[in-house]
């Protein structure tokens, strides 16, 4: 059993944590243009339908289904690749597979996620194409870079780094966790004939964040005595109510002072969304977006610990230390290095200069490139580019999709994409309008969600919509203007 | 177009229902084999530790008392500790009784009248009676007691058969400068009363009289009321009892008294008989050792120590020396040669000192490389030894002497070839079967900064204690440099001496570990520059090792690690 529970939690911390992950990885979303969501990854996009409103505060419809988006990218493995069914005899038994994983491990493996609830979306287009909407919403986002240089050092181990007298670089080594409201207002115009522009500005409120800005860090072994040392220039950095240092060590409060961070609104943030579509010809058009360019300063419960220098590890101290009857007895300081008191030894070791001051973070940054070719009237294609930015890692996606607004009540989409390293992402969407209702479904991979042992990635986006002012035509799909 | 609508819903539907069996399976943690497939090399630091000499021989035996001795380094300390009676029980004032008759011509031959009441009146003298009854050489003479407490009671019977009244008067015991005065008048009824009153709080000078001590003048008044008839007969009887003495100091010359009188053994546990310890094998040198009784005495009076009887058992030729065969000619040994002891000279307060056995007076430097495992003394110690009547002191209600018999063994010397065993019992079978390494090293690496070295050994032997395999390979190897010291047995250079070990094990050697039952220690320490005869050198406290322990290793797990 033990060894069940270890396993699960290894897989979780690899896999399974960042449940709640990435900037917005929605890229067949961004062709779905009976949708206007689609504006959160375009706001160049000018929605169908003259009155949009949705979100979870909207009575009866909003939620059926839930406003609610999730993401989960991994560019390096799979859950198949830490755990999979054996061969022969271990056939029905799943086997931890470490050479697998190794072999599998990036040179940067990059885990994203992020949870989105919409509370209220509005979107209003006037006779003239200028639309304004505006949403209320929270996300909580989660992003760790680990380099395979540290997954080489806990698996294939150091000795041979050792003996060929280098170090461990994991410099790229992040984490980041942050939860946050998000109000926005966006303006999307048509500001020429085919060309339209849009922006959205967005008031951040942070809720709570972990995360570290790491400069450098590397691990060296020491040949003579096998100490390891950190040569480390690092910060950690914390805004949540959850944990404290006081200068002696730390504190842990309950965990339903969480809700103390939901209700903050101390940690103002400011972000935008920018973005420009143009149609070249009838049939082909091209847009260009930025989305989350921004940042959250964090002053509330805000601690920086700072580590700047090398770092010795000589391993556990043991030493003389009274017993109960008072007499010496040479051991293990065992309450220095219980689980309570691990992060004050982290502390200790790392001579962190920790006080309480405020930090800033950036969100991850995503920039699209797309085009669309509007083939038949309820036939078109689209091919977008994706790049997003994240603390000194860039992770790039492409994706072909085929988009047909095949009635005037129903729209379906569907999309190839290299995402993550792999190829085999098959994604699908759907939009149907019944009278006033829109409902939509979205996602990057159906197969993620079907087999989600295999996926690098695992997402989907669904929510319904009231529409008024829609269209009474079937619009060619796609091509934007 | 809408059979491809139709086949798109039918494939979501059917996806619903199929899927979620497929992939279940895998995130069934109750399939989970178990089985690792894994290499990897790691040198890792796996333990550090300060170690300071000095706790390492408060482990070994915790009778020791290491301190800093007046020199600075170490010495090991074996005590026994004497202690003096309770002032109010040496010095007990006892009850102390006066009575007094007085008869009609008594009164009429000094008496005087006055209208119809006939007064007399007569100063008297009570002498207190001592006291200390273990006093050899005469009386304490006493001048003066503060009383916490005490009662004094008295009384008056009267055959007159006439109203009278006895007042008695005691002037030098006074409480805030009045002295004690009281009386008890009885009616012509009456032929008895008493009064008790108490003497919390009060002074009582007892040299007011020619004498000069140990008396206590009373000025006693008996009136009798004859109205206008001659009065018959009669007498009166007085008593006086003052009793229940509390006091709070004393002032006087106090005599001889027997302050202690007491025997005691000191264990020296380090020689005791332990199989952990090989001493047959060794040799070794404590310069300076020392007895010493350090006292405090809260009396205020001279007094003297000294010793009655001091053996020790040697253990190396396992016989006693007596007294005879450890002292010198300065011992203080007996009352004819005794050691004075230094006294309080303010009430309340103690005064401090210390008498030193050492190789001047004794042979006790000759004794220690005998390793003796005991030391038994007999020890009296005694005021006034002088019988100086002229010297006139105090005690005070908590005086008491303290005393602590030491035997001081300073770290300072030379060791050679001392063999410390302990045996751990280890079952480590059920490890090594399942120990996921094809080779492993361990690093030791001592840093040592004391002037002692060790080599060390330790063997795996199964139940029978048969050998099967042993630590380390080159017996003779040092895990311990001992750091050099000069002509003072002071460190020459404060930079610790490196000592790195390593050992090698294969996957084979590991394995037959698995019958391992104990794990047999044997660690042989010297000083620095040993040999009989060797350089004597100093242990200070700061003196100790840094060890550290690193493992390299190759792990090849290829196992069912789910233990079922």
Known sequence: MIMKKNVLIF???????????????????????????????????????????????????????????????????????????????????????????????????????????????????????????VNLSDRFMYGTTIPKSLFDFALNGNRDYMLEGKSHDISRLSFGATAFHELG??????????????????????????????????????????????????????????????????????????????????????????????????????????????FINWLQNSQVASAKGEYTFEGIELGFLPND??????????????????MDTLVDLFDMDIRDKSYMTMLPSNIFVGATYQLLPKLGFGFLYRGEIYKKTYNQAITLSVNSNITHWLSLHGSWSLINNTALNFGAGLSARLGFITWFIVTDDVVGLIFPQKAKTINMRM??????????KVSKTATRL | MRNLLKLFVLAIVATGFILPSCTKDNFDMDRLSGDVSYEGSFAIPLAYSNIAFYQVLNVMDTSIALQDNDEGYLSMFYHSYVESKRVQELLNLGPQ???????????????????????????????????????????????????????????????????????VEFPSITKSGRPLKDSIALYSTDSYDSRTLSLEGYTIDLTTTPRHFNEIPVKIKAVLDCGSSVPTPGVFSITLDIHDFNYKGMYGYFGYNELLFQSDTIDITMFKNNPKYDWEHASFYFKKPRLTVTYWNSYGVPSMFYFTALDAYMYSTDETWNINQIIKPNFPLGEANPASITHATIPGTEAEG?????????????????????????????TNPGNNHSIRNFIDENSRLRSKIEVEIPL?????????????????????????????????????????????????????????????????????????????????????????????????????????KHLLIKITTSTADDASGGKDVKLFREYGVKVNVGLDVDLDVNANVSGN
């Open chain 2, 97 to 167: 009784h006066y009575e007094k008759t007085i008869s009609l011509s008594d009164m009429q031959s000094r008496g005087v009248y006055a209208g119809s009441q006939l007064s007399y009146v007569t100063e008297e003298i009570i002498s207190f009676k001592l006291m200390n009854e273990n006093t050899e050489n005469g009386e304490a003479e006493i001048d003066s007691l503060a009383l916490n407490s005490g009662t004094l009671e008295y009384t008056i019977q009267s055959t007159f058969g006439l109203a009278s009244k006895l007042v």
């Open chain 1, 11 to 133: 897989v979780s911390v690899l896999l399974l944590l960042p449940v709640f992950l990435n900037a917005q990885q929605a890229n067949t979303l961004y062709y779905m243009d009976r949708v206007f969501q689609s504006q959160t990854v375009n706001i160049s996009e000018i929605p169908k339908n003259r009155i949009q409103v949705g979100g979870l505060i909207v009575p009866l419809f909003g939620q059926l289904p839930p406003a609610f988006y999730f993401n989960y990218g991994n560019n390096s493995f799979n859950y198949n690749h830490i755990l999979h069914f054996g061969e022969g005899e271990k056939k029905d038994s799943l086997v931890l597979d470490l050479p697998l994983l190794m072999k599998k491990a990036k040179r940067n493996t990059c885990i994203r996620g992020e949870f989105r609830i919409d509370y209220f979306n509005l979107s209003i287009r006037t006779k003239k194409n200028a639309v304004i909407t």
């Open chain 2, 412 to 516: 300072y010397g030379h060791l050679y070839n001392f063999t410390y065993r302990d045996t751990a019992d280890i079952d480590i079978s059920s490890y090594v079967g399942n120990l996921p390494v094809k080779r492993m090293a361990i690093l030791l690496n001592i840093k040592n900064n004391m002037p002692v070295k060790a080599n060390a050994q330790f063997y795996f032997v199964d139940e029978n204690y048969t050998v099967l395999d042993s630590l380390i390979k080159n017996p003779n190897t040092m895990v311990l440099e001992a750091a050099s010291v000069d002509a003072y047995g002071h460190l020459i250079n404060n930079d610790p001496i490196n000592t790195p070990t390593k050992v090698e094990l294969t996957r084979e050697q590991i394995e037959s570990l698995a019958s391992s």
């Open chain 1, 185 to 294: 207002i966006g303006f999307t115009s048509e500001i020429r004939e085919k060309f339209s522009v849009g922006g959205r500005m967005k008031l951040l409120f942070g809720m709570l964040d972990m995360s570290t800005k790491i400069g450098s860090l590397e691990l060296s072994t020491d040949p003579d005595m096998y100490f390891i040392t950190a040569s480390a220039d690092m910060q950690i950095r914390k805004s949540t109510s959850l944990f404290d240092y006081d200068g002696e060590g730390f504190s842990f409060e309950d965990i339903s002072t969480l809700t103390n961070d939901l209700a903050a609104f101390g940690n103002v943030g400011l972000a935008f969304d920018l973005g420009a579509s143009y149609k070249i010809t009838d049939k082909l058009a091209v847009s260009l977006s930025v989305t989350d360019l921004g």
């Open chain 1, 463 to 472: 929510g319904c919509t009231l529409t008024f002012g829609h269209e009474k």
């Open chain 2, 354 to 382: 210390m008498i030193t056995v050492d190789s001047t007076n004794s042979y006790l430097d000759q004794v220690i490389p005998n390793r003796p495992t005991w030391i038994h003394f007999s020890a009296k110690a005694a």
């Open chain 1, 325 to 342: 009857e008072g007499k010496l007895s040479y051991g293990i300081d065992t309450a220095r290095y219980n689980a309570g008191h691990i």
